[in-house]
């Protein structure tokens, strides 16, 4: 089944300690990005990246890093998590670099609370 | 201002309404635009692109207009089953990455 995986679903941390949240499409997308969802201001994209090795910053990067070493995995990177990360999390994938009316595939979202 | 701006709503309608729902652009250049429907806390999905001619997908019509830079999407015959939240997603000109509205809920009432 094609799917974009995301783990874990729930995920609670203290301020400072490292966490990865993992994504993993099986559908040789090249193109994976995250978004974090707050309310009132919709899916604002994290990171994004057009192929293996090739990531860029999307509108809110900071305190996060992503890497792509393998095309079917981008996990999410936060080094220092901080209370304002607090937010659900979206991984997502398409097949087209950004062009044209692609469609995007989505985790199932990680809700991750720092405390 | 937003740079994809919608209603919050919630819009609750009865069953068997038509609803519709506007969502307003803020680049003119603007290339693609997209509803994606969500249900409550879960990953939104792609209920339909809009082209410039308009398209219809069963009960659901969108629409693009240009000239004053915003996107619609109708809903007939409303069913308990279209309850959820609708995002606009827009390719703002000049950008590679696609913008979402924060999204309109609708709750279809028996």
């Known amino acids: 089944e094609a799917q974009v995986t995301q783990n874990p679903r729930y995920l609670i941390t203290v301020t400072g300690k490292k966490l990865t949240v993992t994504c993993s499409q099986n559908m040789n997308h090249e193109y994976m990005s995250w978004y974090r969802q707050d309310p009132g201001l919709g899916l604002r994209q994290i990171y994004y990246?057009?192929?293996?090795?090739?990531?860029d910053k999307g509108d809110v990067p900071e305190g996060y890093k992503v890497s792509r070493k393998e095309k079917r995995n981008f996990p999410l990177i936060l080094e220092s998590p901080s209370p304002n990360q607090t937010s659900l999390y979206f991984c997502a994938s398409s097949q087209n670099s950004g062009v044209g009316n692609e469609k995007l595939f989505f985790g199932s979202g990680t809700q991750l609370s720092v405390l | 201002r937003k740079e994809v701006e919608q209603d919050p709503g919630p819009f609750n309608v009865p069953e068997g309404a038509t609803v519709a729902f506007n969502c307003t652009y803020s680049n003119s250049a603007s290339q693609s635009f997209f509803w994606y429907r969500q249900d409550c806390r879960k990953e939104p999905k792609l209920l339909m692109s809009v082209y410039s001619s308009g398209n219809e997908d069963g009960r659901f019509t969108a629409q693009l207009n240009r000239a004053s830079q915003y996107i619609s999407l109708l809903i007939r015959d409303s069913k308990l089953s279209d309850s959820a939240t609708y995002l606009c997603?827009?390719?703002?000109?000049?950008?590679?990455?696609?913008?979402f509205g924060s999204g309109t809920r609708l709750q279809v009432q028996p």
């Open positions: 990246s057009m192929n293996v090795e090739v990531t």
């Open positions: 997603v827009v390719r703002l000109g000049g950008r590679r990455a696609l913008t």
